[in-house]
């Protein structure tokens, strides 16, 4: 007997925000599986409002009551049963963020929960991260935002230990990270991955995904450290406008991954990694693994 039914995931990060929809197929006596339907992205930048002012604009808020409108009308016309919206660190850090949650309730009937890093961190780790993970390895986990990044060390197909760092792309940008925070990351990294004799990084999120397409590797194949300070060097002799217009970059892309490329490239310095592999995963993936799973609340629609 086959069954199939959506669950969505809404994740409102701090450089974009994005609607998930995946369909969950159940065959009996076979593993349930869970195949993208559809991604939506909006670069609504809630982070250069936060980590600047503090406080989400209005204009963004509004933005945000308009795009959560037409994700509930995406999720009814594809006809999803339950999902759930999370909120990252730039509506958590907002003086007015609970403002914009209780605007999105009331004006568009979708219910945000703001989450942790720590929180998050579990979250991203429900994914098929197991997948990519050889047993017998070591790996260091790198999930990089627009406000925080979280690392996660994994042996043995274990996590073995994992903290969230105010170390983003939008963060970066705004030149809104203090240098005890990267000394701080940096004595962390070591001190997590030095008793290991090699470690492979895992990258996850928009930026990466980015540069994994251009370089034109096989799926599964890692990037190299060296590919990466090349593509870096590369990036940084483009303007902005360039990025644009030569490399094709999106404008919400063209800015963010430079420092992006900094975060993860520092992540491979520190814990003596040669390779980064690319999974092609993150926070919307493991809501709807976390929704399925019932390891957290979700909106039955």
């Known amino acids: 007997m086959l069954s199939i039914k959506k669950y969505a995931a809404i994740d409102i990060g701090s450089n974009a925000v994005r609607l998930l929809i ?24 809630l982070g250069a409002d ?31 049963v ?23 309730l009331k004006e568009a009937g979708i219910k ?69 925070t990267w000394e701080k990351l940096e004595a962390w990294i070591k001190k997590h991955t030095s008793n290991y004799d090699k470690v492979r990084v895992l990258g996850s999120g928009g930026n ?12 599964g194949k890692p990037l190299t450290y060296f590919y990466l300070t090349s593509y870096y060097k590369t990036l940084q002799s483009y303007t ?4 644009i217009t030569e490399l094709e970059l999106n404008q919400d892309r063209a800015d963010v991954i430079i420092p992006a490329m900094r975060i993860y490239l520092s992540a491979m310095k520190w814990s003596n990694s040669k390779h980064i592999y690319v999974p092609k995963i993150g926070l919307a993936d493991g809501i709807i693994k976390s929704i399925y799973y019932d390891t957290v609340s979700s909106i039955t629609q």
């Open 22 to 45: 995946s369909n969950i197929i159940e065959e009996q006596g076979k593993p349930v599986k869970f195949k993208k339907n559809s991604l939506v992205r909006v670069p609504i930048r």
């Open 208 to 219: 990466i995904n980015k540069i994994f397409k251009v370089s034109g590797k096989a799926e």
């Open 112 to 180: 945000i929960d703001v989450i942790g890093g720590a929180e998050e961190a579990e979250i991203i780790a429900a994914t098929d991260l197991n997948k990519f993970i050889n047993p017998n390895k070591t790996y260091l986990y790198v999930d990089v935002g627009g406000g925080s990044t979280e690392f996660t060390v994994i042996r043995s197909g274990e996590k073995r230990a994992s903290k969230s760092f105010k170390i983003g792309t939008v963060r970066l940008l705004n030149n809104q990270v203090k240098d005890g």
């Open 50 to 80: 936060v980590f600047i002012n503090n406080r989400i604009s209005e204009e963004n808020k509004e933005r945000m009551v308009e795009t959560m409108l037409a994700f509930r009308l995406l999720m009814k016309s594809h006809k999803v």
């Open 82 to 104: 339950k999902y759930k919206a999370c909120a990252t660190s730039a509506m958590r850090e907002s003086e007015n963020g609970s403002e914009v949650v209780d605007s999105v």
């Open 240 to 243: 902005y406008e360039e990025r």
